[in-house]
């Protein structure tokens, strides 16, 4: 068995190496983004005043629609610093878009004004998209749906090889397991670079595995759904997304009858009667939006039930003319699969709780990917010489 899977290991890995590499560099970069935003652009970010305090949701979108009549709001997320409006091209009744330069548009959180704007990811535009870029490829190869095809099934390979990885580690024979199995995570000093290598490779894949695991696997969440909702689904209590607003009755709607202010009151007290109904606690609010092609409003806050610190996730949708209901969505609490979920979430975006110590783990692991490719291929090169080297002693 071993003599199968060692080779499917290697050849594997090595094909793995480019996308493992990448994602470990744009990985460690994107566990700081925001901070790097505002180091880098700070100019979409506001400096709160004693005594200020945001402005409402329904006011930013507001003033958002206002300063791009041509494009439409998608959503309105509010943080401590900035306010982010996503733009979307408006429809005309001929079914033409009207084209727009720009989908980001940064507000003022306290007061209302422009901040600035960028088409997200466009380097033609400057600096300021620099990060948006560096997340782009780590998302999708900046390449849209075939780039999320890509790495959804390389991270299932990854996922995939990581407990092939396990197995290889294991040791050849039952006598003195427990010894030569302590012995696989160490790291000995050695002249021998093979001997170094592989010691680094092995050792540090064991030390590192349930994190690589847990990043491996939450690559497929993200880019392979399908994939993720029938192993979840198949294991826990597992409510995916789509089903449930497919199993809703929806009706595109391009305008609906509530504005912006009636859509921010109404998901406000949804809101908190789901919160006195499910017994957590409801903290501000976050975001607003508004999906035509299913006629339902979003609104978010943080709350109790919340698994990250930066950012919140606990939401509910209700439709823009009745304002009744459609569905909710809770982090944590209702389904065991997506509890689990949204912890793997947190996990990935080393964003649990807006812990620091975590986030240093992050980026520090996405290094650590980088240097395990590194001596992977180290590993198959110095192989491939020294056979080089015993077949030319051979003819000889």
Not at 49 to 61: C, F, I, N, Q, Y
Not at 211 to 227: E, H, I, K
Request: net charge positive.
């Amino acid at each position: 068995m071993r003599r199968i899977l060692l080779p499917i290991h290697r050849y594997v890995g090595l094909a793995l190496v480019p996308f493992l590499i990448l994602l470990g560099l744009t990985g460690s970069i994107i566990a700081y983004d925001a901070e790097l935003e505002r180091a880098i652009s700070p100019q979409l970010f506001a400096s709160s005043r004693p005594g200020d305090s945001p402005l409402d949701l329904a006011a930013l979108a507001q003033r958002a629609d206002t300063l791009m009549p041509e494009a439409r709001l998608a959503y309105i997320i509010l943080r401590p610093d900035t306010a982010i409006a996503r733009m979307r091209p408006r429809s005309h009744a001929s079914g033409l878009s009207q084209q727009i330069d720009f989908d980001q548009l940064f507000l003022d959180p306290f007061t209302g004004a422009e901040l600035g704007r960028r088409r997200e990811g466009d380097l033609s535009q400057g600096l300021i998209n620099l990060i948006p870029f560096i997340y782009g490829l780590h998302r999708d190869l900046a390449a849209g749906s075939t780039g999320v095809l890509i790495l959804g099934v390389t991270s299932l390979v990854w996922t995939a090889d990581c407990f092939l990885a396990l197995y290889l580690t294991l040791p050849l024979t039952l006598v003195g397991f427990w010894r030569r199995r302590f012995r696989s995570w160490r790291v000995k000093r050695s002249d021998n670079s093979f001997r170094l290598n592989f010691d680094l490779h092995r050792a540090g894949s064991l030390w590192s595995w349930p994190l690589l695991v847990v990043f491996a696997w939450s690559g497929v969440m993200m880019n392979l759904t399908s994939s993720y909702d029938v192993v979840t689904g198949s294991l826990f209590d597992y409510q995916p997304s789509w089903k449930v607003i497919a199993s809703g009755s929806l009706h595109p709607n391009q305008n609906p009858r509530m504005g912006w202010s009636e859509a921010e009151r109404v998901g406000a007290r949804i809101m908190s009667e789901q919160a006195a109904l499910r017994g957590f606690a409801v903290g501000r609010p976050n975001s607003l939006g508004y999906v035509p092609s299913l006629g339902m409003y979003s609104y978010g806050a943080a709350s109790g039930l919340d698994v990250r610190g930066r950012s919140s996730d606990t939401s509910i949708w209700f439709d823009g003319d009745s304002g009744e209901l459609r569905w909710r969505f809770f982090p944590t609490g209702e389904h065991t699969g997506n509890t689990i979920s949204s912890w793997i979430w947190a996990l990935h975006f080393g964003d649990v709780a807006d812990s620091l110590p975590y986030r240093l783990l992050v980026f520090l692991l996405g290094l650590w990917v980088v240097g395990l490719s590194v001596t992977g291929v180290a590993i198959w090169q110095l192989k491939r010489s020294a056979r080089k080297n015993q077949r030319v002693r051979g003819i000889r």
